[in-house]
T-cell receptor, first 114, second 117 residues
Framework: AQSVTQLDSQVPVFEEAPVELRCNYS??????LFWYVQYPNQGLQLLLK??????LVKGINGFEAEFNKSQTSFHLRKPSVHISDTAEYFCAVRNSGGYQKVTFGIGTKLQVIP | NAGVMQNPRHLVRRRGQEARLRCSPMKGHSHVYWYRQLPEEGLKFMVYLQKENIIDESGMPKERFSAEFPKEGPSILRIQQVVRGDSAAYFC???????????????FGPGTRLTVL
């Protein structure tokens, strides 16, 4: 069975400051990893994904994440946040290959303070 | 190319009524997934369907919940005799057919927010 842990339920950060949203996962097999963003009353939008290859993954809106297999982590970072980044962010994992269920973390609410 | 469509976006039901949630996948996608997001929680997988087949329903509650994806028309998630605990956001995702070695991304709809009074 897989699981995803997002330790921070809420992260307040000032505008133009850097931010890191933490994600750890557990799985006994190779995985794909994802970060999704959810704006209020909207669906999920894929920010970035790790399938294989380079462990540093760049996504949309200036976000990036680094896959660390030894620490089973996939932390999301942005060097300078904007007000428009205020949203909820979900880390997700699934086993690689074919159809597999996606397991989501409980989410981290990023609040960007002007 | 329109994205995944869900309707209604908001649905209010009284306890004991039925709720029917619809999901139209993206063009060319034959696989549909339903997820439930309870307040202050992440998304939880419910069911995975292909046209006319339920592939994985391991996340579906055993009673009152059912899902279908007919040959024609949208996928339907049906909740009978709703209770307050069913209040949640229900998201549908669609993907193209999966193969053993390929990655098939799931694209999410905007969700249906069900409120049970």
């Amino acid at each position: 069975a897989q699981s995803v842990t997002q330790l921070d339920s809420q992260v307040p950060v000032f505008e133009e400051a850097p931010v890191e949203l933490r994600c750890n996962y557990s799985s006994s097999v190779s995985v794909y990893l994802f970060w999704y963003v959810q704006y209020p009353n909207q669906g999920l939008q894929l920010l970035l994904k790790y399938l294989s290859g380079s462990t540093l993954v760049k996504g949309i809106n200036g976000f990036e994440a680094e896959f660390n297999k030894s620490q089973t982590s996939f932390h999301l970072r942005k060097p300078s946040v904007h007000i428009s980044d205020t949203a909820e962010y979900f880390c997700a994992v699934r086993n690689s290959g074919g159809y597999q269920k996606v397991t989501f973390g409980i989410g981290t609410k990023l609040q960007v303070i002007p | 190319n329109a994205g995944v469509m869900q309707n209604p976006r908001h649905l209010v039901r009284r306890r004991g009524q039925e709720a029917r949630l619809r999901c139209s996948p993206m063009k060319g996608h034959s696989h549909v997934y339903w997820y439930r997001q309870l307040p202050e929680e992440g998304l939880k997988f419910m069911v995975y369907l292909q046209k006319e087949n339920i592939i994985d329903e391991s996340g579906m509650p055993k009673e009152r919940f059912s899902a279908e994806f007919p040959k024609e028309g949208p996928s339907i998630l049906r909740i009978q005799q709703v209770v307050r605990g069913d209040s949640a956001a229900y998201f549908c995702a669609s993907s193209p057919p999966a193969t053993v070695s390929s990655y098939n991304e799931q694209f999410f709809g905007p969700g249906t927010r069900l409120t049970v009074l």
